[in-house]
T-cell receptor
Framework: GAVVSQHPSRVICKSGTSVKIECRSLDFQATTMFWYRQFPKQSLMLMATSNEGSKATYEQGVEKDKFLINHASLTLSTLTVTSAHPEDSSFYIC?????????????FGPGTRLLVL | GESVGLHLPTLSVQEGDNSIINCAYSNSASDYFIWYKQESGKGPQFIIDIRSNMDKRQGQRVTVLLNKTVKHLSLQIAATQPGDSAVYFCAENRLGYSTLTFGKGTMLLVSP
């Protein structure tokens, strides 16, 4: 139980294009989903918290117009990196929290490797 | 941009040894703690959790110890196997907050 998927697993795009990453909770309903960014050999950096049906809450320093988050249902959240640039290249990971496990427990997706050329 | 040259604390053990990974947390208001395992190129995987009203919890081959006095958390892995090689993160949840705060991570290297 508590499986979270992400799609795509890796994406290469040209500078200036937009990329959408999907995060799905497969076997539980996720009232809250989180989006993280991770650089090599570093810890996870929280970008935003997303509750179903409401606007995402962004962490300080994260541009909400650049990283668009939609949480349309209890099993799906999307992150769109708009007008991507090489500095946006990173490993993006989502997590979901809800019916599975303790209320505070986050279950993570496998991550999406983004490379912007 | 991305940083280069950072090195995670590394623990190297032999297969079959017991491993102990430590984590210090800073917020005395944290009431829930989780250990995650992250293999290269993958997302973090839940290992075990513990609430602040406990000081020890055991799972399969893993034990988490919590010392609230010194704000210290540890993960013990018994009979470490090569498949345990990964980066291990501790995470804390502060009472009343929806987010987790992650530690810097420790890389565990298990040699056969």
């Amino acid at each position: 139980g508590a499986v979270v998927s992400q799609h795509p697993s890796r994406v290469i795009c040209k500078s200036g294009t937009s990329v959408k990453i999907e995060c799905r909770s497969l076997d539980f309903q996720a009232t809250t989903m989180f989006w993280y960014r991770q650089f090599p050999k570093q810890s996870l950096m929280l970008m935003a918290t997303s509750n179903e049906g409401s606007k995402a809450t962004y962490e300080q320093g994260v541009e909400k117009d650049k990283f668009l988050i939609n949480h349309a249902s209890l099993t799906l959240s999307t992150l769109t990196v708009t007008s991507a640039h090489p500095e946006d290249s990173s490993f993006y990971i989502c997590s979901a929290r809800g019916e599975a496990g303790a209320p505070e427990t986050q279950y993570f997706g496998p991550g999406t490797r983004l490379l912007v050329l | 941009g991305e940083s280069v040259g950072l090195h995670l604390p590394t623990l190297s053990v032999q297969e079959g040894d017991n491993s102990i990974i430590n984590c210090a947390y800073s917020n005395s208001a944290s009431d829930y703690f989780i250990w995650y395992k992250q293999e290269s190129g993958k997302g973090p995987q839940f290992i075990i959790d513990i609430r602040s009203n406990m000081d020890k919890r055991q799972g399969q081959r893993v034990t988490v110890l919590l010392n609230k006095t010194v704000k210290h958390l540890s993960l013990q892995i018994a009979a470490t196997q090569p498949g345990d090689s990964a980066v291990y993160f501790c995470a804390e949840n502060r009472l009343g907050y929806s987010t987790l705060t992650f530690g810097k991570g420790t890389m565990l290297l298990v040699s056969p």
